[in-house]
Nanobody, 124 residues
Framework: QVPLVESGGGSVQAGDSLRLSCTAS????????MGWWRETQGREREFVAT????????AYGDSMKGRFTITRDNVNRMVYLQMDNLKPEDTAVYLC?????????????????WGQGIQVTVSS
């Protein structure tokens, strides 16, 4: 079973919104910090957002602050990324990631599991 599966990507216009979902099959889900990352060809994987196991603590990449919101549902083992006021530079493959217990979830090394990724394309 694939531990993380993303959905909700697509093509939108600048200024539009999208909500990405990540379905997790990890146990116990509430022991994992969860995150979203993105990658584009020729660039390093970029930190987007992370949420603590409880959902109470979040952090965002600088260019996402005020536009993106990460949330989680521990009962249904889901993580969401609400993206508002999208810009063409947000175009990327977005990946869901999970890191067990402690770790720096703003760094790639903090994660044990990665999804396959889903394409988001924003046109001007």
């Amino acid at each position: 079973q694939v531990p993380l599966v993303e959905s909700g990507g697509g093509s939108v216009q600048a200024g539009d919104s999208l909500r990405l979902s990540c379905t997790a099959s990890l146990h116990p889900f509430n022991k994992y910090g969860m995150g979203w990352w993105r990658e584009t060809q020729g660039r390093e994987r970029e930190f987007v957002a992370t949420v603590s196991w409880s959902g109470e603590v979040t952090a965002y990449g600088d260019s996402m602050k005020g536009r993106f919101t990460i949330t989680r549902d521990n009962v249904n083992r889901m993580v969401y990324l609400q993206m508002d006021n999208l810009k063409p530079e947000d175009t990327a493959v977005y990946l869901c990631a999970a890191g067990y217990l402690g770790g720096d979830f703003t760094k790639i090394s903090g994660y044990n599991h990665w999804g396959q990724g889903i394409q988001v394309t924003v046109s001007s």
